[in-house]
Nanobody, 118 residues
Framework: QVQLVESGGGLVQAGGSLRLSCAAS????????MGWFRQAPGKEREFVAS????????SYAGSAKGRFTISRDNAKNTVYLQMNSLKVEDTAVYYC???????????WGQGTQVTVSS
């Protein structure tokens, strides 16, 4: 079992930056691939970025490429999402996700609100 707690959301003006954090506990953090997803009001939850267990492989949604950077610190059991050049359309609840490859085990955090104003 893994518990995930996101932080770092808030209100920012368009063009600004935010850094989201997701702290994990309960199991071996480095056994999990980690990801960020988001859900805007009235929309489906969508993939934003993911990072492999030791951080050697990263993947981004097209909307995030060039603006967002995912990283992890396995010593701190934490995954980050650095978001730059934020746009109004980035407004959403951002969720952290943990996935143990091949096991079917996966977990979600409770989400953190990001609001980008024009």
């Amino acid at each position: 079992q893994v518990q995930l707690v996101e932080s770092g959301g808030g209100l920012v003006q368009a063009g600004g930056s935010l850094r989201l954090s997701c702290a994990a506990s309960g199991d071996t953090f480095s056994s999990y691939g980690m990801g960020w997803f988001r859900q805007a009001p009235g929309k489906e939850r969508e993939f934003v970025a993911s990072i492999s267990k030791i951080g050697t492989s990263k993947s981004y949604a097209g909307s995030a490429k060039g603006r967002f950077t995912i990283s992890r610190d396995n010593a701190k059991n934490t995954v980050y999402l650095q978001m730059n050049s934020l746009k109004v359309e980035d407004t959403a609840v951002y969720y952290c996700h943990a996935d143990r490859p091949g096991s079917g085990d996966n977990y979600w955090g409770q989400g953190t609100q990001v609001t980008v104003s024009s």
